[in-house]
C-alpha cells in the first residue's frame, strides 16, 4: 500500500447504513419507470443508486422502499439483502488504489462486494450476513494503516 493510501485508511471512519439493501437490474425498456421509481425514493436516511450501462439498468434500493415497489416493475433480477459501508473519508480523484487493500483483503476473507463510488466518496455493499466480518476486516485494515502512519 502506498503511503497516500496508507495515510487515508488511517483516517477512514466506517459508517453502516441502517436499512438493508437490494440491487435490482432491469431491461432498458424500463427506463422510464425506472427513472420514475429512483425520484419517488426521498429518504435521505437511505442510500440509492442508479447505474445504466449497455447491458442493463441496476439500482441499489433500501429493501423496505424495494418491497412496496416491486409489485408495480418488473425485474430482471435481484439480490439482496445487503448492507451498506461508507468509507467515510473524502477521496480527491486523482487518488488510485484506496479501494484495492479493501478488496483484496474482504476478498481473502471471502466476502464479496459491490462497490459504489461517487465523485468524493467510495461506499461498498456486503450481504447482510457478511456486515460483521466485512467490519471487522475494514476496522483491521485502518488499525494496521494507523500503526504504520504512527511509526513514519
Not at 459508517?15 to 432498458?28: G, L, P, Q, R, T
Not at 408495480?72 to 468509507?87: S, V
Not at 483484496?104 to 456486503?126: E, N, R
Request: charged fraction near 25%.
Amino acid at each position: 500500500m502506498n503511503k497516500i493510501v496508507q495515510g487515508l485508511w488511517a483516517q477512514t471512519e466506517l459508517i453502516v447504513w441502517k436499512s438493508n439493501y437490494w440491487m435490482i437490474a432491469f431491461e432498458h425498456a424500463l427506463k422510464n419507470d425506472v427513472l420514475q421509481l429512483m425520484a419517488n425514493d426521498h429518504d435521505k436516511e437511505n442510500y440509492s443508486s442508479l447505474i445504466v450501462d449497455n447491458h442493463e439498468i441496476s439500482v441499489l434500493l433500501p429493501e423496505k422502499y424495494w418491497f412496496e415497489q416491486r409489485e408495480k416493475i418488473a425485474c430482471r433480477d435481484e439480490f439482496g439483502p445487503l448492507c451498506g459501508i461508507t468509507l467515510d473519508i473524502p477521496l480527491d480523484i486523482e487518488v488510485f488504489g484506496y479501494l484495492q487493500p479493501a478488496v483484496d483483503k474482504l476478498a481473502k476473507g471471502g466476502i464479496s462486494i459491490i462497490p459504489q463510488c461517487a465523485l468524493i466518496y467510495d461506499h461498498i455493499f456486503v450481504p447482510q450476513k457478511n456486515l460483521d466480518g466485512a467490519i471487522s476486516i475494514l476496522r483491521e485494515l485502518r488499525d494496521q494503516a494507523q500503526t504504520v502512519t504512527l511509526k513514519d
